[in-house]
């Protein structure tokens, strides 16, 4: 069988011999003690999308950057056979290929990465403006090649969000307006906000894939864990009124459901708060060194006191098709408390600890251990109930995953700084 691929040429279908390929290239890659993955990319000017690297260069997987080969021609040939069909997949779907449009204006790689088993499928890794699929996750597990370009489609679009979400925000607010000087509370929502709208994103392009004959991505959200949900309440919408998927109702249903997971909501709600705490154990070893970098004496200055607005806070789900699904009319206010309730006890309790210590900040009080320890004794209080802390999934660098803030962007915001490349994981 033959498929018309996104960039025009006709290729054959993905195969079970493409996938046992590809599996074999990964393999033999790491017997070799090669590296699978990516190289790393320095931007001289990451606030701007289109040239992030301050050279003229080509737009897509295709195009030639600063003289050097295509990234998928760099590739070995078995992984770049896997993101075409991605690619091609994706593109079945009008926003899907808008969104791949954006990616490739910002020159975002699509490629694979060890990074542990029991860990994310995929991630996209902002910093370096690379989506990455994890070979040791369960991804690679799968028995059909027709459901590994599936799932990874499905994965591929979710996180094709959190690339919208980096092109809306990122140049000249920083990475979604996140850093040490924002609210806790207002960093949780968003958060929250940026994965709802990512997995309606994923929903509606598996959506349009099943509306143009190729049901595919539709089954596995069916049955994948954070997504199901979602699926159902989008195809509820959809069923009942197929004019709800034009004009955004059915994404908005989808966005909505993310929020009734509670056990998905309080992990990464710990993992804002935990960023933060780090964040102010940083803040706090820089006032008891006298300061000694300038830039973190503003940044105490202001700890947690700048707030999203409700338009900020909505534009995190926007979407290149022209529906703003949550500016519809008749849908649940920004702050309702079904986006804003904490999970539990405890996470409510540490939130509301280190906004006091971020207030000492701000009123140029002394921070010692003793706060920070006051932290750890709140969550011991809860040792043994349901609100107990859970183990938390951490990135590359033993971080927990689900936030992105830190010093970093802040500083890279001011006029004329240089800020240093971050790769900032989104699942």
């Not at 249903?253 to 993992?271: I, K, L, P, T, V």
């Not at 009080?365 to 920070?372: G, M, R």
Request: charged share 25%; aromatic share 8%.
């Amino acid at each position: 069988p033959v498929t018309l691929a996104a960039d025009g040429v006709t290729r054959m279908a993905y195969t079970g011999i493409d996938f046992s390929d590809l599996k074999n290239s990964i393999y033999y890659q790491k017997v070799r003690g090669e590296q699978t993955g990516f190289e790393l990319r320095r931007f001289t000017d990451p606030g701007n999308w289109s040239n992030p690297g301050g050279i003229p260069s080509n737009i897509g997987p295709d195009g030639l950057v600063n003289g050097q080969q295509p990234y998928l021609a760099r590739m070995p040939r078995e992984q770049a056979t896997a993101v075409r069909a991605i690619r091609d997949k994706l593109a079945q779907s009008r926003l899907g290929r808008q969104l791949l449009i954006i990616a490739d204006q910002g020159h975002v790689q699509f490629g694979f990465k060890a990074a542990g088993k029991g860990e994310y499928e995929a991630a996209y890794y902002s910093g370096y403006r690379q989506v990455a699929f994890n070979t040791d996750a369960q991804l690679f597990e799968t028995k059909s090649a027709r459901d590994f370009i599936a799932r990874a489609s499905l994965f591929g679009a979710h996180e094709l969000g959190h690339v919208l979400q980096d092109y809306t925000f990122g140049e000249g607010d920083g990475f979604m307006q996140l850093d040490t000087t924002t609210s806790l509370q207002d960093r949780m929502l968003a958060v929250r906000h940026m994965e709802a709208a990512a997995v309606a994103c994923s929903i509606q392009v598996a959506w349009d894939v099943r509306q143009a004959g190729d049901d595919s991505l539709w089954s596995i959200a069916l049955k994948t864990p954070g997504e199901t949900s979602a699926a159902l309440a989008f195809g509820r919408m959809a069923n009942a009124d197929p004019a709800a998927v034009a004009d955004g109702r059915a994404r908005r249903a989808a966005h909505d459901s993310w929020f009734n997971n509670h056990g998905r909501m309080a992990a990464y709600d710990e993992a804002s708060v935990e960023r933060f705490k780090r964040e102010l154990e940083t803040l706090a070893a820089q006032q008891a060194a006298g300061f000694p970098d300038p830039d973190a004496r503003i940044v105490a200055a202001s700890a947690g006191r700048m707030m999203i607005g409700s338009s900020a806070m909505m534009d995190y789900a926007s979407m290149p098709d022209g529906t703003e699904h949550m500016r519809l009319p008749g849908g649940k206010d920004i702050w309702d408390e079904h986006y804003c309730a904490l999970p539990n006890q405890r996470i409510a309790a540490q939130m509301a600890h280190l906004q006091k210590v971020a207030k000492k900040f701000r009123e140029n009080e002394p921070v010692t251990q003793a706060d920070f320890d006051r932290y750890d004794q709140i969550g011991a209080m809860f040792e043994g109930t349901k609100d107990a802390k859970p183990r938390l999934q951490q990135d590359d660098n033993g971080h927990p995953v689900g936030a992105v803030s830190a010093l970093g962007s802040w500083r890279s915001k001011r006029e004329g700084a240089a800020p240093k490349p971050v790769a900032r994981l989104q699942m």
